[in-house]
């Protein structure tokens, strides 16, 4: 039992470059979440899936664009990476909607 | 949208001392966790917690939602205790799932 996996742990990107952030979770959860966290800050909800199917913006959610693949996985991708969007990702997920979350390792982003 | 605010941002201890961890909030919520993030990274939730009063070993929680404030207590603690406290909520009006994370409580504990 992985719980949530994220890949990949680090990545650089040019300016301009596009990625994809994989997540997956072995929880049977529905709801799963991008969170995105800067230097001295909480995180902010970029986007997140309430149940497969269906996806909705947070608080921060221009430049990214998600796909809830099924129902273990969850993507984030960067269409054209940003120097602002240099961060550390993380992907978590929740039984239901207000449940407890549990979260990905996190994945280290820096676009130069 | 909800403001949270965490107190003390910084906070030094020794080993085997007690610490209370402070959140407030702006307006009334329906869900409220205690997230550690270990200086590796990692995000473990310890509590979820939107009123009352819970304990998982050394550490304890408290929300008092007509206040709307949550204290983390922390007896006894030890160096693996080290890395940042962060309290994340849910408000009442707004849509479900979405968590906002106050800006945490850096904790050292030291030999």
């Known amino acids: 039992n992985a719980g949530v996996t994220q890949t990949p742990k680090f990545q650089v990107l040019k300016t301009g470059q596009s990625m994809t952030l994989q997540c997956a979770q072995d929880?049977?959860?529905?709801?799963m979440y991008w969170y995105r966290q800067d230097p001295g800050m909480g995180l902010r909800l970029i986007y997140y899936?309430?149940?497969?199917?269906?996806?909705d913006k947070g608080e921060v959610p221009n430049g990214y664009n998600v796909s809830r693949l099924n129902k273990r996985e969850f993507s984030l991708r960067l269409e054209s990476a940003a120097p602002s969007q240099t961060s550390v990702y993380f992907c978590?997920?929740?039984?239901?909607?207000?449940?407890?979350?549990?979260f990905g390792p996190g994945t280290r982003l820096t676009v130069l | 949208g909800i403001q949270v605010e965490q107190s003390p941002p910084d906070l030094i201890l020794q080993e085997g001392a007690n610490s209370t961890l402070r959140c407030n909030f702006s307006?009334?919520?329906?869900?409220l966790q205690w997230f550690h993030q270990n200086p590796w990274g990692q995000l473990i939730n310890l509590f979820y917690?939107?009123?009352g009063t819970k304990q998982n070993g050394r550490l304890s929680a408290t929300t008092v939602a007509t206040e709307r404030y949550s204290l983390l207590y922390i007896s006894s603690s030890q160096t693996t205790d080290s890395g940042v406290y962060f309290c994340?909520?849910?408000?009442?009006?707004?849509?479900?799932?979405?968590?906002?994370f106050g800006t945490g409580t850096r904790l050292q504990v030291t030999l």
């Open positions: 994340a909520v849910e408000p009442s009006t707004g849509t479900a799932s979405k968590l906002t």
């Open positions: 307006d009334s919520v329906n869900n």
């Open positions: 917690i939107p009123s």
């Open positions: 978590a997920s929740s039984k239901l909607v207000s449940d407890t979350q549990y």
């Open positions: 899936s309430a149940s497969e199917g269906t996806t």
């Open positions: 929880m049977n959860h529905n709801s």
